[in-house]
């Protein structure tokens, strides 16, 4: 029933898209405003992409050390047949994992912040999780190898209280110490767009459905967590993207066997096999769009970014 | 008198909520922040070691050695000189956008547009780069990573310049409007003394994310290293303490720079207030 009421009223649709109050004032279209970002965007980003797709079907051509026109499915067979899909498959699995802890452990922070904390509480927390976005992640995944390793925090500390005798090996340079590293980096990225779509649920839907007698945890599961799906998936593909596209944690963190998306792009960079490395990043642009897509499509993402700049 | 008991029961079970919840909460703060001040304590032990230095010996002993190093000053610079344009042209991006936002041109395909390349993968992003700038033979320098840094940047400096302006109200502009005031002095007199803080800061978040960035970097870097990638190679083929030294100098200067962001932000606050 709470459930229900909350579909009818739906505040994630309302608010947002009505136009600013500055907006009036100024009038007139912004186009040459817009323009040079739209320029820059293009130009840097789409366009680049876009070719870079486009050049996946061409060939390696020797005389040149460069490619010739073909149009060549080659580079995607070569995936399949050298068995690079395993390591896009594992880098997936790693990213998939990633994301599912930082939302288990971002989503009560959130809540926290939203629904319990005072207003003082809430700007502290907010700035202390806003300042990693901000410090370099190649210095916070180091650290983690110092916290990790035989010498480590960990270690000296269960040696000290007598836990262990001698130091623990596995802790570092395997795939747990690289899914901690990606956490502790990503954590962040998940805790802001929830915390977002928390602050778009009018406060009226919350007293409604105390009022009909839900307890906190029932609020929480049918009115809280289904409005906050634009936030969760926001959240969750930020995430992803990052662990997906990471480097740095599992050169510094994984074990010489480990390997990732962005370690084997670099790799086939560097035996100048241009159209495979083209291609596999063809297929993670093909993975990111569709997720964009139905993202935009069935939960309202730019709806929730939109709110911004309420 | 019925109600009054379970009213008082949820209320006790929210205090023990929120009380668990903080204590989680700190929880993984600690999970965040424990590596780095780590790292930054053990970068003054003066041992070779990685220990936790003794207080009674703290040492800037590698800070020094650091200092001396030519290429790292070298890199240091170029990341400083990267981040400065970045910086620069982020900003002057963003605020164009905004002010192009508000006046509510197609806005959801402008800010799709911005926040695009958020959610392409550095590697990729970079990679994508650096086969265009090889088309008309661009050779890779600062100017190339500059390309790079900015999409980087682009998508957090307009957030928060947005978030900015949603401060203004629109009576102010009417009336500067209605008193003749043409757009480029509505923007000067008004607008600008209003939101400058915001934009202030977010110059600021745009020379932090462009001076960390790594993976962006990493194929469109020319003769000249940046910090990032001095310091990748170094940790990964080092052993030296200068690292933890290096480490520790960037996370000062990153405190540094969030430390002047937010105080210009808390500067707008208070003129609001």
């Known amino acids: 029933?709470?459930?229900?009421?909350?579909?009818?009223?739906?505040?994630?649709?309302?608010?947002?898209?009505?136009?600013?109050?500055?907006?009036?004032?100024?009038?007139?279209?912004?186009?040459?405003?817009?323009?040079?970002?739209?320029?820059?965007?293009?130009?840097?980003?789409?366009?680049?992409?876009?070719?870079?797709?486009?050049?996946?079907?061409?060939?390696?051509?020797?005389?040149?050390?460069?490619?010739?026109?073909?149009?060549?499915?080659?580079?995607?067979?070569?995936?399949?047949?050298?068995?690079?899909?395993?390591?896009?498959?594992?880098?997936?699995?790693?990213?998939?994992?990633?994301?599912?802890?930082?939302?288990?452990?971002?989503?009560?922070?959130?809540?926290?912040?939203?629904?319990?904390?005072?207003?003082?509480?809430?700007?502290?927390?907010?700035?202390?999780?806003?300042?990693?976005?901000?410090?370099?992640?190649?210095?916070?995944?180091?650290?983690?190898?110092?916290?990790?390793?035989?010498?480590?925090?960990?270690?000296?500390?269960?040696?000290?209280?007598?836990?262990?005798?001698?130091?623990?090996?596995?802790?570092?340079?395997?795939?747990?110490?690289?899914?901690?590293?990606?956490?502790?980096?990503?954590?962040?990225?998940?805790?802001?767009?929830?915390?977002?779509?928390?602050?778009?649920?009018?406060?009226?839907?919350?007293?409604?459905?105390?009022?009909?007698?839900?307890?906190?945890?029932?609020?929480?599961?049918?009115?809280?967590?289904?409005?906050?799906?634009?936030?969760?998936?926001?959240?969750?593909?930020?995430?992803?993207?990052?662990?997906?596209?990471?480097?740095?944690?599992?050169?510094?963190?994984?074990?010489?066997?480990?390997?990732?998306?962005?370690?084997?792009?670099?790799?086939?960079?560097?035996?100048?096999?241009?159209?495979?490395?083209?291609?596999?990043?063809t297929l993670v642009l093909a993975l990111l769009i569709l997720l964009l897509v139905i993202g935009n499509r069935y939960l309202g993402l730019s709806e929730l970014f939109r709110s911004v700049s309420r | 008198m019925t109600t009054a008991q379970p009213a008082a029961d949820s209320s006790r079970r929210r205090q023990w909520a929120r009380r668990l919840l903080l204590i989680y909460a700190v929880g993984v703060l600690l999970f965040v922040y424990v590596p780095p001040t780590y790292m930054l304590l053990i970068s003054f032990n003066p041992g070779l070691l990685p220990h936790l230095p003794s207080l009674s010996h703290l040492s800037v002993k590698w800070y020094s050695i650091l200092f001396s190093e030519e290429r790292m000053i070298a890199a240091f610079k170029a990341s400083v000189v990267t981040g400065i344009a970045t910086a620069l042209i982020t900003t002057v991006l963003a605020v164009l956008a905004s002010l192009a936002y508000l006046r509510s041109v197609n806005r959801s395909l402008l800010f799709n547009t911005v926040v695009f390349p958020m959610f392409v993968p550095g590697v990729i992003q970079g990679l994508s780069l650096a086969i265009v700038f090889k088309l008309p033979n661009i050779i890779p320098s600062l100017w190339t990573i500059t390309a790079g840094h900015i999409l980087w940047a682009l998508p957090f400096a307009f957030i928060v310049i947005l978030t900015s302006m949603s401060a203004l109200r629109g009576s102010l502009i009417e009336a500067a409007q209605d008193l003749g005031a043409s757009n480029w002095q509505t923007f000067r007199d008004i607008i600008f003394p209003l939101v400058s803080p915001g934009i202030t800061s977010a110059a600021l978040f745009a020379f932090l994310l462009s001076f960390n960035e790594y993976s962006r970097a990493y194929f469109l870097v020319g003769g000249q290293d940046t910090l990032p990638i001095y310091m990748f190679g170094a940790m990964n083929a080092g052993t030296s303490p200068t690292i933890y030294a290096l480490a520790g100098t960037i996370l000062i200067v990153s405190f540094l720079g969030i430390g002047a962001a937010l105080l210009a932000l808390n500067v707008r606050q208070r003129r609001a207030a």
């Open chain 1, 1 to 281: 029933m709470v459930a229900e009421a909350s579909q009818r009223v739906n505040p994630i649709r309302r608010g947002g898209v009505a136009a600013s109050p500055a907006a009036a004032g100024l009038g007139g279209p912004g186009l040459y405003l817009a323009l040079p970002t739209y320029v820059i965007v293009v130009v840097l980003a789409v366009a680049p992409l876009a070719l870079l797709v486009f050049w996946s079907f061409w060939r390696y051509d020797p005389a040149t050390y460069w490619i010739k026109p073909d149009l060549s499915f080659d580079a995607y067979q070569t995936i399949v047949s050298s068995g690079r899909l395993a390591v896009i498959i594992k880098t997936a699995r790693i990213a998939v994992t990633t994301t599912a802890l930082a939302l288990v452990l971002a989503y009560p922070i959130a809540y926290f912040m939203h629904r319990l904390a005072g207003a003082r509480l809430r700007m502290l927390l907010s700035l202390l999780f806003l300042v990693p976005f901000f410090t370099s992640y190649i210095v916070r995944t180091f650290a983690w190898r110092l916290i990790l390793g035989r010498l480590g925090l960990v270690n000296t500390a269960l040696q000290a209280l007598g836990v262990i005798q001698r130091p623990v090996e596995w802790l570092l340079f395997d795939e747990f110490a690289v899914q901690v590293g990606l956490l502790a980096s990503y954590l962040p990225f998940m805790i802001f767009p929830i915390l977002l779509s928390m602050t778009r649920i009018e406060g009226s839907v919350l007293e409604a459905s105390e009022d009909l007698g839900a307890s906190a945890w029932q609020t929480l599961r049918h009115v809280v967590i289904p409005l906050t799906t634009p936030g969760i998936f926001a959240g969750s593909l930020f995430v992803f993207v990052m662990a997906l596209g990471s480097s740095v944690e599992v050169q510094f963190l994984g074990g010489a066997a480990e390997s990732m998306i962005a370690i084997m792009i670099t790799d086939v960079m560097r035996v100048l096999n241009f159209p495979l490395a083209f291609a596999i990043s």
